[in-house]
């Protein structure tokens, strides 16, 4: 069963708009680590965030920010004024006590800004 | 201060033979996990390695081992490749697995 559910496969917007990627996990551990990263077309998975699961506040840095809601299982990535270098494949990650931590990727969302 | 490095970039291969891939953690990092991203999906786990000993292995067959040195670098080989085999295999390192994972550009290969 998948563990982390991007809904979004694909996404187009202008830039300067905001949008907003989202993430649903899965989980029976209480122990976890919940990641964004970001793929280019180069490949290399660049980490971009991550929050234990006892800490349930926002996060914000320039123009990214996360929202963690354990209510309901999200942790969401919001990108305010895209820009046309935003353009990438935004993995969503689980990371739990119970299996030793490896990271269970969703399936991906591929952002798309243009000018 | 060099990041993850892999090598090689990219390799073709035909079915049946096997395969070694190679990765250097970043420094100050003693644990490597091995993902395989196949085209359009998210990486998947393979195993990982601490102390130069297997700690967690994912959903793969023993046709995919690795190995861990003393300097913390590690391989991933691959026997009898499948045409299923080819995908883009990440190496990600950290201190002590439960740590952030940093990830290396990659090995693209491509079974023929």
């Known amino acids: 069963a998948q563990k982390v559910t991007q809904a979004q496969t694909e996404i187009s917007v202008v830039e300067k708009e905001d949008v907003t990627l989202d993430c649903v996990y899965e989980t029976r551990d209480t122990t976890y680590y919940l990641f964004w990263y970001k793929q280019p077309p180069s490949g290399e998975l660049v980490f971009l965030i991550r929050r234990n699961s006892f800490d349930e506040q926002n996060e914000i840095s320039g123009r990214y920010s996360w929202n963690f809601q354990k209510s309901t299982s999200s942790f969401n990535f919001t990108i305010t004024a895209s820009q046309v270098v935003d353009s990438a494949v935004y993995f969503c990650a689980l990371s739990e006590a119970s299996s030793g931590y490896a990271l269970n990727f969703g399936k991906g969302t591929s952002l798309l800004v243009t000018p | 201060d060099a990041g993850v490095t892999q090598s090689p970039t990219h390799l073709i291969k035909t079915r049946g033979q096997q395969v070694t891939l190679r990765c250097s953690p970043k420094?100050?990092?003693?644990?490597v996990s091995w993902y395989q991203q196949a085209l359009g999906q998210g990486p998947q786990f393979i195993f990982q390695y601490y102390e130069e000993e297997e700690r967690q292995r994912g959903n793969f067959p023993d046709r995919f081992s690795g190995h861990q040195f003393p300097n913390y670098s590690s391989e991933l080989n691959v026997n009898a490749l499948l045409l299923g085999d080819s995908a883009l295999y990440l190496c990600a390192s950290s201190l002590g697995g439960w740590d952030i994972q940093y990830f290396g550009a990659g090995t693209r290969l491509s079974v023929l």
């Open positions: 420094s100050g990092h003693d644990t």
